[in-house]
């Protein structure tokens, strides 16, 4: 037998084992695994002592801005940035200019990133409610990761790019959708059996409690959450899962961030509804009374919450609420960060620092390493309907591979970021443990930091069942 490659000496861990072995690859996939050598002939010996060897690790919530304002991102620096991180897969957003709202921009949109991506990549389709309806069964069938509901977001009427601050006097926006028109969203993507995402903030009561808030004249950080509650979230969620219920669709809530958010998904999955939450590392590292120190740069939607929220969050993943982190990677310049927090955009970059910071939560001792492969590789794999191929070590998967070397110990630098957007709300933060080779279907497109491979990645689809 002849090995591609081989990666002895390490511990491979799963969210089910921790066990010292070798991993054999041949054409791209795993092609046994033994705690004993075996013999053939190898091209490539990777030396993993005294570093862990991960299931490759997925990002699910990446929006690249391609094709739209690549001068902030585009796939090609995005998916750079995700293989930095240790993210062998990502699944990237539909807003993108013009989005991914049928079979044929789907098609397009692979087209386009497939050339530029150095990992291996999905695609959320967007829902649009009545302008796209008819579409979405034919879009799940070319092959959507999910489907993605922006709620409560009003629409434009030529480009159907999202507008973030509705007023009723636009004249050339569609009106966020009604309840009826929701619930009707829910139905349609309920019959294609994909999960759909929802970002869950009440536009209404925000847009209502943002004009009372600004009418002070207030702009600082604390004005934002007054103006984006609580209960922005709880009341959406309830509803979400409501519609769920009622339509049979597998809700799948983005960025949770609230303390009574992760109380409503923890009772609706006692009653066996079928969803699933993620959060971001924002919410799990950062709180209101760090914006003083860290400023603009952490302005996101939904906002950062409190302390009370960020404990329930850590209860929530240890508890199983929560099954899922993603990184909400939404990259802006510099100058458009630097302004007045009404008017500033929300969002930073975030795949390539998630996983660093997760693996400095497992060396504080806030998770274990297994569960940190369950979060961000099996879990998402089995929900999206890409495992066994993707999120696992297994013979005959796909050689997606994460080694992590958790005695390392390194300085987050925003200029050292791969993405073009070179901030982040970590900047000098010291961290132990680091992702030091990415592994992309046997490939190394990653290692000790740098990039060393061209641009190799395909298109994923959920397996039909």
Same mark, same amino acid.
């Given at each position: 037998m002849e090995w591609d490659v081989v990666i002895k000496n390490g511990t491979i861990v799963t969210p089910g084992a921790t066990y010292k072995a070798s991993l054999y690859i041949k054409d791209g996939k795993i092609a046994a695994i033994s705690d004993q050598p075996l013999e053939g002939t190898v091209k490539k010996e990777t030396d993993a002592a005294g570093k862990y060897i991960l299931p $490759?690790?997925?990002?699910?919530h990446v929006h690249s801005r391609d094709p739209g304002p690549t001068y902030k991102e585009d796939f090609f620096t995005s998916t750079q940035a995700a293989a930095a991180g240790g993210i062998t897969t990502i699944f990237d957003m539909p807003n993108t200019t013009p989005p991914t709202r049928d079979a044929e921009s789907f098609r397009r949109q692979v087209a386009n990133l497939t050339p530029k991506a150095h990992v291996d990549f999905g695609i959320w389709g967007i829902c649009l409610g009545h302008l796209n309806n008819k579409d979405i069964p034919a879009l799940a069938e070319a092959g959507v990761? $999910?489907?993605?509901?922006?709620?409560?977001y009003a629409i434009n009427k030529k480009t159907f790019q999202l507008t973030y601050n509705y007023k009723a006097d636009m004249d050339d926006v569609i009106a966020p959708f009604s309840d009826g028109e929701v619930y009707e969203i829910f139905q349609t993507v309920a019959k294609t059996g994909q999960v759909l995402a929802v970002h869950a903030e009440d536009s209404?009561?925000?847009?209502?409690?943002?004009?009372?808030?600004?009418? !002070?004249?207030?702009?600082?950080?604390?004005?934002?959450? +007054?103006?984006?509650?609580?209960?922005? +979230? +709880?009341?959406?969620?309830?509803?979400g899962f409501?519609?769920?219920?009622?339509s049979g669709a597998r809700l799948h809530v983005?960025?949770?961030? !609230?303390?009574?958010?992760?109380?409503?998904?923890?009772?609706?999955?006692? @009653?066996?509804?079928?969803?699933?939450?993620e959060t971001c590392p924002h919410y799990l590292?950062? !709180?209101?009374?760090?914006?003083? #120190?860290?400023?603009?740069?952490?302005?996101?939607?939904?906002?950062?919450k409190y302390e009370k929220d960020q404990e329930r969050l850590w209860q929530g993943i240890n508890d199983g609420t929560i099954t899922i982190i993603s990184s909400d990677h939404a990259p802006h310049t510099p100058e458009e960060k630097n302004g007045d927090l009404w008017s500033i955009p929300a969002g930073m970059p975030g795949t390539e620092t998630m996983a660093p910071l997760m693996l400095n939560a497992v060396s504080e001792g806030r998770i274990t390493l297994q569960q940190l492969t369950a979060l961000l590789s099996e879990n998402p794999a089995k929900r999206f309907g890409i495992y066994p191929e993707k999120g696992s070590l297994e013979v005959g998967t796909d050689a997606d591979i994460t080694i992590v070397d958790m005695n390392k110990e390194a300085v987050i630098?925003?200029?050292?970021?791969?993405?073009?957007? @070179?901030?982040?709300?970590?900047?000098g933060w010291h961290i132990k443990g680091v992702p030091? +080779?990415?592994?992309?279907?046997?490939?190394?497109?990653? #290692?000790?930091?740098?990039?060393?491979?061209?641009?190799?990645?395909?298109?994923v689809k959920p397996q039909k069942s």
């Open positions: $490759g690790l997925i990002d699910v990761i $999910g489907f993605k509901y922006f709620w409560g209404s009561l925000i847009l209502k409690l943002t004009d009372q808030v600004k009418k !002070t004249g207030r702009t600082d950080y604390d004005a934002l959450l +007054e103006g984006r509650p609580n209960l922005a +979230e +709880e009341a959406t969620v309830q509803m409501s519609f769920s219920r009622a983005l960025h949770v961030t !609230t303390a009574e958010g992760v109380d409503a998904i923890q009772q609706a999955k006692k @009653k066996g509804a079928p969803v699933s939450a590292f950062l !709180t209101n009374k760090d914006y003083p #120190k860290v400023g603009p740069v952490m302005k996101i939607y939904p906002p950062v630098k925003a200029e050292n970021l791969h993405s073009k957007s @070179k901030i982040t709300a970590y900047d030091v +080779e990415t592994i992309v279907r046997g490939e190394t497109v990653m #290692k000790d930091g740098e990039i060393v491979h061209k641009p190799l990645g395909h298109v």
